[in-house]
Nanobody, 124 residues
Framework: QVQLVESGGGLVQTGGSLRLSCAASGRFVSSYAMGWFRQAPGKEREFVATISWGGGTTYYADSVKGRFTISRDNAKNTMYLQMNSLKPEDTAVYSC?????????????????WGQGTQVTVSS
């Protein structure tokens, strides 16, 4: 069984930065592709970024491209999301997810494991 725990959320001003972490536990998790998704109040969950099992392939939503960077450290079983130049529209609950294949995906239904989420609030 895979467990995912996010941390690093908080309140930040427009233009600020945050780094989210996703600690993963479970057998073979280092061979899984992982991703970040977010959900704002009253809105559907949306894709943010995804990374392949080895970290060599990444893919971003257009809304965060150039501002966010996804990475992972398989030795620590941890994935990160560095968020720079934050905007109020980035405010949401951010969740990490893992899928038991190595290739990336932007489709939430292709992910089998989910964390509980961490709140990110960007004030204007």
């Amino acid at each position: 069984q895979v467990q995912l725990v996010e941390s690093g959320g908080g309140l930040v001003q427009t233009g600020g930065s945050l780094r989210l972490s996703c600690a993963a536990s479970g057998r073979f998790v280092s061979s899984y592709a992982m991703g970040w998704f977010r959900q704002a109040p009253g809105k559907e969950r949306e894709f943010v970024a995804t990374i392949s099992w080895g970290g060599g392939t990444t893919y971003y939503a257009d809304s965060v491209k150039g501002r966010f960077t996804i990475s992972r450290d398989n030795a620590k079983n941890t994935m990160y999301l560095q968020m720079n130049s934050l905007k109020p529209e980035d405010t949401a609950v951010y969740s990490c997810a893992a899928r038991p294949v190595g290739a990336t995906s932007s489709r939430s239904y292709e992910y089998a494991y989910w964390g509980q989420g961490t709140q990110v609030t960007v004030s204007s």
